[in-house]
């Protein structure tokens, strides 16, 4: 496996009450395969997706990535292993404004991709707008998109460094039905042929047969 935690817990402290959200969690992603989190509201999905992509820490517990213990190491460390190796994608697609779909890109590709010439990153710009279906829109801004064509861009962006991991929270929430199965299509797609392990939080069930895996959390544990 990939990626996998052990015996993840994570307590919450505010004021003088504590709650302890998640309760041991053994969590395992393999290469090519989306795993979709599936539980009740508060039952703590989001608190794994934020732990298992390095963006919090957990209370104790190990977390393992490409033979790498994540919990024993730094936030610069962890920093460095999250912008080399995991990609984000949320509800809104967080797109900058005033540029259009290519300049997204390249602004991510400035950084991801600092070694390649700009001749070379405008390619790559197009190659991976082509692989999310938005090479034709390349010269549009947020304005004028759809939301499922700002969450291709939003996508795209998240993959322009051919990350191991994908984290997805929500990622179909602000689109219609059609949108929504055209936008997990894509996931599909981009996790078979890119290799990629793709962990989603999502509350469609319609989503699920998307999945290669559906894991279900309750109060804390998974079921
Ligand atoms: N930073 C925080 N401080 C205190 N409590 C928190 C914090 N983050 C989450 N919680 C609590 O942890 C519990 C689990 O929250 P979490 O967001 O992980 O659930 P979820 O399953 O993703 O819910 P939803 O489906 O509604 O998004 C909730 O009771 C929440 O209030």
Redesign the pocket.
Known sequence: MIFSTQAIKKT?K?GEVS?E?LKGIDLSLAEGEITALV??????????LTIAAGLQSPSSGEIHFNGQDLSAMSQEEIREIRAGSFGFVFQAAHLVPFLTAEEQLLLMLETAKSALSKKQRREEATKILDSVGMGHRKNAYPASMSGGEKQRIAIARAIVHQPKLLFADEPTASLDSIKSHEVMKLLQSLTKTLNISTLI?T?DEDMLTYADRIIS?KDGRLA
């Open positions: 919450f505010t709650e959200v539980g009740a509201s508060g039952s703590g999905k989001s608190t794994l939080v509350h959390m």
